[in-house]
């Protein structure tokens, strides 16, 4: 319970640090405090004892990581590389989803929806990537942020199709963190391409937040033999 607490006024103060950095333009700060979110998350639950994966640490260091990296982004090539290494953070968890679900007996109509929706959603991830590719000097830079769009695309899908697959309490925390990953980073690159704003910055900083927590529910939960319905 005291550790409950003490994370409850570490997400909180956390919060306050991250916009107070966004409002007085104090970058690091605000790296910092979402580093921090990922700390106190894992304090929140850590009474349940719950031994996380190999998945969760790959994801967790490749993330804190780049975190790190960011706060260089200025100089050199800190910023891609940065860059780079969230896109790969997010392949451990696309293969740790994948191995919880099996597809079976799948009506016509589900496979044309979900065929549909993965058409549509990739369709409109290239319709992006070519807009970004606008706002982006240099082959390498833009070559990662195809890297980036795609496997965060590839999350969406999966997320989606894990989701469909077993309507869990797992699944709702996995798909539930891939929203927050992708509403985050789209947040995040309004501000690096288009316009900052004050209140979409602190949207991002609460989702991030979020997403933190999504992170550790998704591995300490367990999950049942899974199998998709027939929906028809």
């Known amino acids: 319970m005291q550790l409950r607490i003490i ?6 103060a956390l919060l306050m640090a991250s916009i107070y950095a966004l409002i007085a333009n104090i970058f690091w700060l605000d790296i910092v405090s979402h580093i921090g979110y990922y700390i106190f998350a894992f304090l929140w639950f850590i009474h ?8 969760f640490y790959l994801f967790l260091g490749l993330t804190l990581i780049s975190y790190s990296l960011g706060m260089f982004n200025k100089f ?46 990739t369709y409109l991830l290239l319709l992006h990537i070519n807009e970004m590719k606008t706002y982006i000097s240099g082959d390498v830079t833009s070559t990662i942020y195809t890297f980036y769009y795609l496997n965060l695309g590839a999350l969406g899908i999966t997320a989606m199709v894990y989701y469909l697959n077993s309507f869990s309490k797992k699944s709702m925390y996995f798909i539930s963190l891939a929203i927050s990953i992708i509403f985050a980073n789209i947040l995040r690159d309004m501000g690096v391409f288009y316009f900052k704003d004050i209140s979409v910055e602190i949207a991002e900083s609460i989702i991030r937040m979020g997403s933190a927590l999504f992170l550790v529910l998704f591995f300490i939960t367990s999950e049942k033999r899974l199998k998709l319905d027939d929906f028809t």
């Not at 349940?48 to 998945?55: G, L, V």
């Not at 910023?79 to 896109?87: E, I, N």
């Not at 997010?90 to 044309?112: C, D």
């Open 7 to 12: 994370s409850s006024i570490g997400f909180f």
């Open 48 to 55: 349940q004892r719950k031994a996380y994966n190999f998945y």
């Open 76 to 121: 050199w090539v800190f910023g891609d590389v940065a860059l780079l290494l969230q896109a790969v953070s997010f392949l451990p968890l696309i293969m740790e989803a994948t191995k919880h679900f099996k597809l079976k007996n799948m009506s016509y109509f589900m496979v044309l929806y979900l065929f549909s929706i993965i058409g549509l959603n």
